[in-house]
């Protein structure tokens, strides 16, 4: 039997200015590279459900359909609320993904593709004012200099806190519109993830040889057992009795494991039509998928990002903090235009550990 053939992702460390909109990236962290860079959405929209604060972005797949005119160029993002308080155990109301499609011919880039110039003209703030500290549609600007803005009120304070109250000064004697509002500033490191550039390519059937696969996956074993505790940080030792480990005969897990062997640093599992390499076999909390709210059609799997990307954005394995085993993103079929620039689509959060209680 042949397994079908899926691509997958790898980060790799890239220059901010090569991650810039105009050169369609797929990345993760820093600030979101927007697609259609008029209708950007807005703190409103990209409010956590639980906590109200700001999500943060975290990942962007450039995805076009090949077969559609108008998927040209085609982006999927995430965002993600950072507070482990807001992450709870195979739910993903902490998440929002969205979706966003130009045809080749459209406002915002050229015809042909940009060539890789640093300095080359391309003023964002011409299609919408985006927050200084995020990079989300920002409604407010700083009152002294009037030249950077901001999404919320938090982000504005976070930006005076992290250097805008010692450069607001000198910004105000300038008069040229100086904001390349790509860069990630201050405040923006200390609030966002790392950013990385996401790349994408066939998944080999050949087993990796320059990485010892043993060591790679006795870390993402490590990983997953340590993130165990954080999943149920908030858990007396005696509920803890209640709950299942599936290691180690969960077969799903097993399969999980033996496909990311051949390849342990991948962050990206992207099948387009296929279906979810699952990491556990307790699959309760995976529901029916909601057909597409835009045009009544049905969603289909797209891709997938696995716990491992975890490890790169830093979030580490401390107690409390964000965690998923399997985010499993399904998007409208035929990717429509209908409703919004951003379209919200559907994700699916599996952890480790299936809660019963
Ligand atoms: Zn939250
Ligand atoms: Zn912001
Ligand atoms: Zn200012
Ligand atoms: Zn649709």
Known sequence: MTTKRVDIGFLEEKCNWLL??????????????????????DFAKLTCKKCEEPLIFLCQVYAPFEESDDCFHRTIFIFVCQKGSCCKTNSADNFIILRCQLPRKNDYYSFEPYEENENECFPMDKWAKLCNVCGIKAPSHCSKCKKVYYCSRQHQILDWQKGHKSICPDLQKKCDPYWNNFNVTEAGQSLLFKEWELIVDEED????TAVDPNQEMEKLRKMIEEKKVGTLGNVSEGELEQYTSPLPEDKLYNKFSKRIARHPGQVLRYDKGGAPLWITENIGNIKSIPNCQYCNGDRQFEFQIMPQLLNFIHVGIELNSIDWGVLAIYTCKGSCNDGPAYKEEFIIKQDLINVTV
């Open 20 to 41: 810039h909109p105009r050169f369609f990236p797929s990345k993760v962290g820093g600030k979101p590279a927007w697609l259609d860079l008029k209708n950007v959405p």
């Open 205 to 208: 059937e050949e087993e990796v």
